[in-house]
């Protein structure tokens, strides 16, 4: 799971959202009146402060100042009374809550510890408040700023990057903050946890001593040698070592002072103390690391511990669990119970020893969990285990283990076996922090595959649903989907429902709640904005609101909005074409065209093949011939960079990848009839293939590092629907060949997500357009990921945390999946073929429906 979509969980139990500045405290400067001619500019978590004057460079060496929660208002006004006499421009956080999350264990790690940025406008300013502001500030705390170099042993730290707001596409085409190399071209403004000078900038003298007292910080004369460095948060490191006095295999584990926080509000060090303290009290219980040895280095402080044998359990489930094949093989399922049943009941003996002792875990989860070589367990990080007598709750927790607020003490590890228990063989109890009725479903879906002791289920469900106020269980309605026209008609209505009140349009930041990817620029497109939700209503049949939002925000974007299709404004004025408001679109376009757009990239999601093809298509509609020669000049840049193309991108699939360069192909061949075309679409998609793996069930997917991916936006799958599309004007024996495994990919029981991009409903969009009969089955199990919203059906986004709305994660997504098997019309992506089949059959679980195009 990406750590930063737990930013977002802090504002809606239900909804990733931003704070929106009426969190409090709020810091006291914010309020207080400037003197004449300065102006205070909100920009999202920040306060922005400009003199009179604005004459700051564009980018330069920029200081940062570090605080923590308790002195964070003194250096708040100690740099503001500083600063404002000189005219010297500079930002600060909000309030103590922001500053608290961008100091949380789970925070970026390139954002922690920055209170104040303050711009100098030259290199002798910049050494005069080094100077000035170091002897104000001398002895106040801080976290360490991983990005920066540090000032001396206060809370000053500087680092070369951008004052001013611009933007270009880093390398998986998101835009990201820049600034100019030395050759003048925009380059992404690196926010890397490490200091880094870009190769073009020289170091000022009066940064070099510092630069020097960073260098002489080493693990010189320590008896430990790092081999590998194992996992990195916010409040430090943990890497596997090497004790040289033994030879002997150790594990490394750092805690930074002020940074990592808790709920309560300890640091890593206060955590990592309390860790060697619990673990000398568990000292000898098998399963339990031993202790070696505690020392500081610098500002940190490191515990060194056992190395345990193993593996963390969550690594096994892809190629253990049964599921995951097309068609699992009962021996295989047997063998697969035995196992999970052995692991739980190891992880229990262990949590009974340590309660033994006195002494509550209180982060069980998967990452947590040692599975050895013998197929024993061993529990790792005990930096939040506490006294049983202390009834205390968890401080910090895995999404998909985190204890209800009345589970205390002893109760928070029961409460976390229980989750085990389910996600051994269903992983989807994240979901729980939305609904922890949806227990009670888990238990149902896992009991259809998997053969169980009696009581097993009912036990973890009952411990996750009860409520310890009133010692009753919390019941919740199971949601099902049926793969006919009633059951059609039902779902249609009740993800509508859903959709349209979740609708917030007195906002200007979001119309419908969805992916964290809104909040970024993409507010407007088809991935995650109000043009994707709005399409997928309409051609699904739905009643369609709110259109007024998205030609007011479209007509007149946010700094920052993305361009293309699937992230901005393209995709916005598609969809106001689509809905017939030609003049909104118009508009859109001619503002898209005064941008730098023949500099975007080659992928369909934000480059330039969603630009020729909205281009080509709204030609017609908005009598404007012009924008053809704008299309075909994007289409031959395309060309020319395929043509040039020796290596696999780094992305391969429909929205990243060279997969959406061939759809744009293939489209453009059926205007134009040139074979030359197809030839280019060829070459586009075997580029996508060579990134591609078979594995053993023969099923092809993209692999990417350690995963591979069968899904519809970065995966396999995606590159499928465009085979479909060129399979239909020429035959090619190695695409077909490429066809049947990218098929079999579509058709496993188990897919973590429900997302349209990246979980079931893309092969549920994807199998239809063939008339497969594994959609029906997969209809039914999208339910997995349905939780009841109002009086209607949502369906979990991405990393499983909140309810999503959008075309890309969410419940927008589903419907037009659905809409792809069973509406009466044709219903798929933007050009997209969907081609005309005949009366099919969705067999394969339950009854036999007969659905028609």
Same mark, same amino acid.
């Given at each position: 799971?990406?750590?930063?979509?737990?930013?977002?969980c802090?504002k809606?139990?239900?909804?990733?959202?931003?704070?929106?500045?009426?969190?409090?405290?709020?810091?006291?400067?914010?309020?207080?009146?400037?003197?004449?001619?300065?102006?205070?500019?909100?920009?999202?978590?920040?306060?922005?402060y400009?003199?009179?004057?604005?004459?700051?460079?564009?980018?330069?060496?920029?200081?940062?100042?570090?605080?923590?929660?308790? *002195?964070?208002?003194?250096?708040?006004?100690?740099?503001?009374?500083?600063?404002?006499?000189?005219?010297?421009?500079?930002?600060?956080?909000?309030?103590?809550?922001?500053?608290?999350?961008? *100091?949380?264990?789970?925070?970026?790690?390139?954002?922690?510890?920055?209170?104040?940025?303050?711009?100098?406008?030259?290199?002798?300013?910049?050494?005069?408040?080094?100077?000035?502001?170091?002897?104000?500030?001398?002895?106040?705390?801080?976290?360490?700023?991983?990005?920066?170099?540090?000032?001396?042993?206060?809370?000053?730290?500087?680092?070369?990057?951008?004052?001013?707001?611009?933007?270009?596409?880093d390398?998986?085409? =998101?835009l990201?903050?820049?600034? @100019?190399?030395? *050759?003048?071209?925009?380059?992404?403004?690196?926010?890397?946890?490490?200091?880094?000078?870009?190769?073009?900038?020289?170091? +000022?003298?009066?940064?070099?001593?510092?630069?020097?007292?960073?260098?002489?910080?080493?693990?010189? /004369?320590?008896?430990? =040698?790092?081999?590998?460095?194992?996992?990195?948060?916010?409040?430090?490191?943990?890497?596997?070592?090497?004790?040289?006095?033994?030879?002997?295999?150790?594990?490394?584990?750092e805690?930074?002072?002020?940074?990592?926080?808790?709920?309560?509000?300890?640091?890593?060090?206060?955590?990592?103390?309390?860790?060697?303290?619990?673990?000398?009290?568990?000292?000898?219980?098998?399963?339990?690391?031993?202790?070696?040895?505690?020392?500081?280095?610098?500002?940190?402080?490191?515990?060194?511990?056992?190395?345990?044998?193993?593996?963390?359990?969550?690594?096994?489930?892809?190629?253990?669990?049964?599921?995951?094949? !097309?068609e699992?093989?009962?021996?295989?399922?047997?063998?697969?119970t035995?196992?999970?049943?052995?692991?739980?009941?190891?992880?229990? =003996?262990?949590?009974?020893?340590?309660?033994?002792?006195?002494?509550?875990?209180?982060?069980?989860?998967?990452?947590?969990?040692?599975?050895?070589?013998?197929?024993?367990?061993?529990?790792?990080?005990? @930096?939040?285990?506490?006294?049983v007598?202390?009834?205390?709750?968890?401080?910090?927790?895995?999404?998909?283990?985190?204890?209800?607020?009345?589970?205390?003490g002893?109760?928070?590890?029961?409460?976390?076996?229980?989750?085990?228990?389910?996600?051994?063989?269903?992983?989807?109890?994240?979901?729980?922090?939305?609904?922890?009725?949806?227990?009670?479903h888990?238990?149902?879906?896992?009991?259809?595959?998997?053969?169980? !002791?009696?009581?097993?289920? @009912?036990?973890?469900?009952?411990?996750?649903?009860?409520?310890?106020?009133?010692?009753?269980?919390?019941?919740?309605?199971?949601?099902?989907?049926?793969?006919?026209?009633?059951?059609?008609?039902?779902?249609?209505?009740?993800?509508?429902?859903?959709?349209?009140?979740?609708?917030?349009?007195?906002?200007?930041?979001?119309?419908?709640?969805?992916?964290i990817?809104?909040?970024?620029?993409?507010?407007? %497109?088809?991935?995650y904005g109000?043009?994707?939700?709005?399409?997928?209503?309409?051609?699904?049949?739905?009643?369609?609101e709110?259109?007024?939002?998205?030609?007011?925000?479209?007509?007149?974007?946010? !700094?920052?909005?993305g361009?293309?299709?699937?992230?901005?404004?393209?995709?916005?004025?598609?969809?106001?074409?689509?809905?017939?408001h030609?003049?909104?679109?118009?508009?859109?376009?001619?503002?898209?065209?005064?941008?730098?757009?023949?500099?975007?990239?080659?992928?369909?999601? /934000?480059?330039?093949?969603?630009?020729?093809?909205?281009?080509?298509?709204?030609?017609?509609?908005?009598?404007?011939?012009?924008?053809?020669?704008?299309?075909?000049?994007?289409?031959?840049?395309v060309?020319?960079?395929?043509?040039?193309?020796?290596?696999?991108?780094?992305? +391969?699939?429909?929205?990243? /990848?060279?997969?959406?360069?061939?759809?744009?192909?293939?489209?453009?061949?059926?205007?134009?009839g040139?074979?030359?075309?197809l030839?280019?679409?060829?070459?586009?998609?075997?580029?996508?293939?060579?990134r591609?793996?078979?594995?053993?069930?023969?099923?092809?997917?993209?692999?990417?590092?350690? =995963?591979?991916?069968?899904?519809?936006?970065?995966g396999?799958?995606?590159?499928?629907?465009?085979?479909?599309?060129?399979?239909?004007?020429?035959?090619?024996?190695?695409?077909?060949?490429?066809? @049947?495994?990218?098929?079999?990919?579509a058709?496993?029981?188990?897919?973590?997500?429900?997302?349209?991009?990246?979980?079931?409903?893309?092969?549920?969009?994807?199998?239809?357009?063939?008339?497969?009969?594994?959609?029906?089955?997969?209809?039914?199990?999208?339910?997995?990921?349905?939780?009841?919203?109002?009086? %209607?059906?949502?369906?979990?986004?991405? *990393?499983?945390?909140?309810?999503?709305?959008?075309?890309?994660?969410?419940?927008? /997504?589903?419907?037009?999946?659905?809409?792809?098997?069973?509406?009466?019309? !044709?219903?798929?992506?933007?050009?997209?073929?969907?081609?005309?089949?005949?009366?099919?059959?969705?067999?394969?679980?339950?009854?036999?429906?007969?659905?028609r195009?």
């Amino acid at each position: 799971m990406e750590k930063q979509y737990e930013l977002y969980c802090q504002k809606d139990r239900l909804f990733y959202d931003v704070l929106d500045g009426q969190e409090r405290p709020a810091f006291t400067i914010a309020d207080e009146a400037l003197p004449e001619g300065w102006q205070r500019v909100r920009r999202n978590e920040w306060l922005i402060y400009v003199p009179p004057a604005q004459d700051i460079p564009q980018q330069g060496w920029k200081i940062h100042v570090s605080a923590c929660h308790d *002195n964070a208002e003194g250096v708040l006004t100690r740099v503001r009374d500083y600063c404002v006499p000189r005219a010297i421009s500079f930002k600060h956080l909000r309030s103590s809550d922001v500053l608290f999350m961008r *100091n949380a264990k789970y925070a970026p790690r390139g954002g922690s510890g920055k209170l104040v940025t303050i711009y100098p406008r030259d290199e002798a300013e910049l050494e005069r408040i080094l100077d000035d502001l170091g002897e104000i500030l001398a002895g106040e705390p801080g976290p360490y700023i991983l990005t920066d170099l540090r000032i001396g042993d206060g809370p000053l730290y500087v680092r070369y990057g951008g004052f001013m707001e611009r933007h270009c596409k880093d390398e998986d085409g =998101r835009l990201v903050s820049a600034i @100019e190399d030395g *050759n003048g071209r925009l380059v992404p403004d690196r926010r890397d946890p490490v200091f880094r000078v870009p190769d073009w900038v020289t170091v +000022p003298d009066c940064l070099r001593p510092h630069l020097d007292a960073r260098a002489a910080v080493t693990m010189a /004369g320590l008896p430990y =040698r790092v081999t590998e460095a194992l996992h990195f948060s916010n409040g430090g490191g943990v890497y596997a070592a090497e004790d040289t006095r033994t030879g002997e295999r150790v594990i490394l584990k750092e805690g930074r002072p002020h940074a990592g926080l808790a709920a309560g509000g300890a640091d890593a060090v206060t955590r990592l103390r309390r860790e060697h303290e619990m673990l000398e009290r568990l000292a000898g219980i098998d399963g339990v690391p031993a202790v070696h040895d505690y020392f500081t280095l610098g500002d940190h402080e490191f515990l060194v511990q056992e190395f345990v044998e193993g593996r963390p359990l969550n690594t096994f489930f892809a190629e253990r669990h049964p599921l995951l094949d !097309p068609e699992p093989d009962p021996d295989r399922i047997a063998e697969y119970t035995a196992w999970a049943l052995k692991i739980y009941e190891g992880t229990e =003996r262990v949590v009974e020893a340590v309660h033994a002792r006195g002494v509550v875990f209180n982060d069980l989860h998967m990452f947590n969990i040692m599975v050895r070589p013998d197929d024993t367990v061993a529990l790792i990080d005990f @930096e939040t285990a506490a006294p049983v007598t202390d009834e205390g709750r968890q401080i910090l927790a895995n999404p998909g283990f985190l204890a209800p607020p009345d589970r205390r003490g002893a109760a928070v590890d029961r409460y976390c076996l229980a989750c085990l228990k389910l996600a051994l063989f269903a992983p989807l109890t994240t979901m729980l922090q939305v609904d922890r009725t949806k227990a009670a479903h888990l238990a149902d879906v896992i009991s259809e595959w998997f053969a169980l !002791p009696e009581g097993y289920l @009912e036990s973890a469900v009952e411990e996750i649903s009860r409520d310890v106020a009133t010692g009753t269980r919390l019941v919740g309605v199971r949601p099902s989907l049926r793969p006919d026209a009633a059951g059609w008609e039902d779902a249609r209505s009740a993800l509508s429902r859903a959709i349209l009140a979740s609708a917030t349009p007195e906002r200007d930041d979001r119309l419908f709640p969805g992916d964290i990817q809104q909040f970024g620029g993409g507010a407007l %497109g088809l991935a995650y904005g109000a043009a994707g939700v709005l399409y997928a209503l309409d051609v699904t049949g739905c009643p369609v609101e709110h259109e007024d939002w998205l030609i007011r925000h479209a007509t007149n974007p946010e !700094p920052g909005s993305g361009l293309g299709l699937y992230d901005g404004l393209y995709g916005a004025a598609f969809t106001l074409a689509h809905l017939g408001h030609l003049e909104a679109a118009g508009k859109v376009v001619d503002l898209c065209l005064g941008e730098r757009w023949e500099r975007l990239g080659t992928d369909l999601y /934000g480059g330039l093949p969603g630009v020729a093809l909205t281009l080509e298509r709204l030609a017609g509609p908005l009598e404007a011939p012009a924008l053809r020669d704008a299309a075909a000049k994007a289409a031959q840049i395309v060309a020319d960079q395929v043509l040039a193309a020796t290596e696999a991108p780094a992305r +391969p699939g429909l929205l990243r /990848g060279m997969a959406g360069p061939a759809l744009m192909f293939i489209r453009f061949y059926e205007r134009t009839g040139d074979p030359n075309l197809l030839d280019l679409a060829a070459a586009a998609i075997r580029l996508d293939l060579r990134r591609c793996v078979t594995d053993k069930e023969g099923a092809l997917h993209v692999e990417d590092g350690s =995963r591979i991916l069968p899904y519809l936006g970065r995966g396999s799958v995606g590159i499928g629907l465009v085979i479909d599309d060129y399979l239909a004007h020429r035959e090619d024996e190695r695409l077909r060949t490429a066809r @049947e495994g990218i098929r079999l990919a579509a058709k496993s029981v188990y897919y973590a997500q429900a997302g349209l991009f990246g979980g079931r409903a893309g092969m549920v969009l994807y199998l239809a357009r063939q008339g497969d009969p594994r959609v029906a089955a997969h209809i039914r199990d999208l339910a997995w990921h349905a939780l009841s919203y109002e009086d %209607g059906l949502a369906f979990i986004g991405e *990393n499983l945390l909140r309810l999503s709305m959008d075309l890309g994660t969410g419940t927008a /997504g589903v419907l037009l999946a659905l809409g792809a098997a069973l509406h009466d019309q !044709p219903v798929h992506l933007p050009f997209l073929a969907a081609p005309e089949l005949p009366a099919r059959t969705l067999a394969g679980v339950g009854d036999t429906d007969t659905v028609r195009r």
